[in-house]
């Protein structure tokens, strides 16, 4: 089991700039693909950025350029840089740790997410 423990959300206005920070538990941290996702109001959980367990990352086409995620394996943490905030971007923002298993069992671990709300 996998606990995933978020922080950093809050208010900011419109152009400002979070930093979001996922802390997990897992034993082998290292060994798992790490993303970010959000769900606003109404909407469906989507995918925000991604970053695999060798290091490659991935980014939802709304946040290229303003987003930028990060791990840091010896920290167990991951993050999502969070610049030149939109109204759009208001949403709770979930940590995921994935992996598949040596017998290709997909495994998922969530955060309990954190609200990031933008506007003056």
């Known amino acids: 089991q996998v606990q995933l423990v978020e922080s950093g959300g809050g208010l900011v206005q419109p152009g400002g700039s979070l930093r979001l920070s996922c802390a997990a538990s897992a034993s082998v941290f290292s060994i798992y693909d790490m993303g970010w996702y959000r769900q606003a109001p109404g909407k469906q959980r989507e995918l925000v950025a991604v970053i695999t367990s060798t290091g490659s990352t991935n980014y939802a086409d709304s946040v290229k350029g303003r987003i930028t995620i990060s791990r840091d394996n010896a920290k167990k943490t991951v993050y999502l840089q969070l610049n030149s905030l939109k109204p759009e971007d208001t949403a709770v923002y979930y940590c995921?740790?994935?992996?598949?298993?040596?017998?290709?069992?997909?495994?998922?671990?969530w955060g309990q997410g954190t609200q990031v709300t933008v506007s003056s």
């Open positions: 995921n740790a994935h992996r598949r298993t040596a017998v290709g069992v997909m495994v998922d671990y």
